[in-house]
């Protein structure tokens, strides 16, 4: 399950993605856009931050920026950087101890093959793809 941290740090990307042009834009303006508390974007931001997504700002006229192109960033590097890993189970997760039932857990393959889904599937997908997506409302008419 993609966390709280996963779905607002995807938040802030797209919401930068759509609104920063070629400028800075204030954390203030996509927490008030956003609806989620400036504290808590001050948490996800350091990690977009140290992994290249996001350059900053400080002081006057400053803000946060992508520091590529929408096309650029997939989701599931996005959602890997907040949650860490989308592994399903706990034997999956990078730098997991060796399960001692792995040689004969009748579910390990079927983990396997999910995970593999999901990060592919979430990979596939690109800021940009989900910049281009109707919304509900606009599906409406």
Not at 95 to 116: F, K
Request: hydrophobic fraction near 40%; glycine fraction near 12%.
């Amino acid at each position: 399950m993609i966390s709280t941290r996963g779905r607002y740090a995807l938040r802030v990307m797209l919401d930068l993605a759509e609104n920063g042009g070629a400028g800075y834009v204030p954390m203030k303006e996509v927490a008030a856009r956003q609806g989620i508390s400036l504290k808590y974007l001050e948490q996800i931001l350091p990690a977009l931050v140290r992994a290249g997504c996001v350059e900053g700002v400080h002081g006057r006229g400053g803000g946060y920026r992508l520091a590529r192109a929408p096309e650029l960033f997939s989701v599931g590097e996005i959602l890997r950087l907040a949650e860490g890993d989308l592994a399903p189970v706990a034997c999956l997760q990078m730098g997991a101890a060796p399960c001692p039932r792995a040689e004969t857990c009748r579910t390990l393959p079927m983990w396997r093959e999910y995970y593999d889904l999901t990060n592919k599937y979430f990979d596939g997908v690109t800021l940009a793809d989900l910049l281009g997506a109707e919304t509900p409302d606009e599906a409406k008419g």
